[in-house]
């Protein structure tokens, strides 16, 4: 089976103290440094989630954008 271009899968081992590391090719490709602070997303049916860095600024914005003629949503 051929792996859709742009698509990525790895393993992390959870430590004692529930931490993970990100694989170095992971942090690499999305650009995540030391002291970076990622979203984490749960959904009990489908699992963790960790969107791009960008994500929660767009959802940060999106939340606090003004409608036309200046009132909020």
């Not at 271009?5 to 690499?28: F, L, M, S, Y």
Request: glycine residues 12%; aromatic residues 8%.
């Amino acid at each position: 089976m051929a792996i859709p271009e742009g698509k990525h899968a790895w393993t992390a081992t959870v430590g004692e103290k529930g931490q993970i590391v990100i694989p170095k090719q992971a942090r690499d490709l999305f650009d995540i440094k030391p002291g970076d602070t990622l979203l984490l997303l749960g959904d009990e049916k489908r699992g963790i989630a960790i969107p791009n860095k960008g994500a929660f600024a767009e959802l940060f914005y999106s939340a606090f954008e003004e409608e036309k003629g200046g009132e909020h949503k």
